[in-house]
T-cell receptor, first 114, second 113 residues
Framework: DTAVSQTPKYLVTQMGNDKSIKCEQNLGHDTMYWYKQDSKKFLKIMFSYNNKELIINETVPNRFSPKSPDKAHLNLHINSLELGDSAVYFC?????????????FGQGTRLTVV | AQSVAQPEDQVNVAEGNPLTVKCTYSVSGNPYLFWYVQYPNRGLQFLLKYITGDNLVKGSYGFEAEFNKSQTSFHLKKPSALVSDSALYFCAVRDKNTDKLIFGTGTRLQVFP
C-alpha cells in the first residue's frame, strides 16, 4: 500500500495552461503539505493544511491554489503556468502534534513547462 | 527563525569506511530534528529523528545521528558505508511555532567501491 501517493508522476505542459496535481495519504495523518524542489534540489514548503484548514501559506504566487476536500487529500491547482514553475513538487503528510511528527513524502511530480 | 545548515555539498567515502554527514541547527527552545534520504528520481524517505531523550538516535539502514546541544549539531553517521548509501541527504527541523518542516540544502553522499 502506498502511504502518500500523488499523480501524475510526470507532467509536461505549455506556458499559460492550467494543471492540477493530486495527492492522497492513507496514514491517518491530520496534516498535509506541498513542497517544491528546484533544479538545485532545494526544498521549500509552499502550503500546509491541518484537518482541511490552511495553516501555512508561504510566499507563493496566487496562481497556485491548494484544495483539501478532506484530511486525506490535498490537491494543487496551478493557473497560467510559467517556465519558472518547472520543478518537482512533493506532497507530504504527518501528525501535527506529539512525538511522531515526521513527514512522509510522495514520489513527486516532475512538472516541465515548455 | 529556525533553520538548519548542511555545510558540505558533497561527501565522498570509500565503501566500508565510516561516514559522517554534518548538520547544525539554529532554533529557539528544544529542537525536533530529522534526517531524510532522497534516491534519484524518488521522494524523500524518513531515516531518523531526535525529539527528546538519548542523544544518540538510531534509524533505518544502519544510520544513526548524535544530538549535541552544546555544538547545536545533529550529524548523521554510519559505521561502514555501502555503495547503495549513495544518495542525497537532508537534515530538517520542525518549527514548533509554525509547524513548518524546514530543510537544509542537502548533502550528496558518494560511496566509492
Amino acid at each position: 500500500d502506498t502511504a502518500v501517493s500523488q499523480t501524475p508522476k510526470y507532467l509536461v505542459t505549455q506556458m499559460g495552461n492550467d494543471k492540477s496535481i493530486k495527492c492522497e495519504q492513507n496514514l491517518g495523518h491530520d496534516t498535509m503539505y506541498w513542497y517544491k524542489q528546484d533544479s538545485k534540489k532545494f526544498l521549500k514548503i509552499m502550503f500546509s493544511y491541518n484537518n482541511k484548514e490552511l495553516i501555512i501559506n508561504e510566499t507563493v504566487p496566487n496562481r497556485f491554489s491548494p484544495k483539501s476536500p478532506d484530511k486525506a487529500h490535498l490537491n494543487l491547482h496551478i493557473n497560467s503556468l510559467e517556465l519558472g514553475d518547472s520543478a518537482v513538487y512533493f506532497c507530504a503528510s504527518s501528525h501535527r502534534q506529539g512525538k511522531n511528527t515526521e513527514a512522509f513524502f510522495g514520489q513527486g511530480t516532475r512538472l516541465t513547462v515548455v | 527563525a529556525q533553520s538548519v545548515a548542511q555545510p558540505e555539498d558533497q561527501v565522498n567515502v570509500a565503501e566500508g569506511n565510516p561516514l559522517t554527514v554534518k548538520c547544525t541547527y539554529s532554533v529557539s527552545g528544544n529542537p525536533y530534528l530529522f534526517w531524510y534520504v532522497q534516491y534519484p528520481n524518488r521522494g524523500l524517505q524518513f531515516l531518523l529523528k531526535y525529539i527528546t531523550g538519548d542523544n544518540l538516535v538510531k534509524g533505518s539502514y544502519g544510520f544513526e545521528a548524535e544530538f549535541n546541544k552544546s555544538q547545536t549539531s545533529f550529524h548523521l553517521k554510519k559505521p561502514s558505508a555501502l555503495v547503495s548509501d549513495s544518495a542525497l541527504y537532508f537534515c530538517a527541523v520542525r518549527d514548533k511555532n509554525t509547524d513548518k518542516l524546514i530543510f537544509g540544502t542537502g548533502t550528496r553522499l558518494q560511496v566509492f567501491p
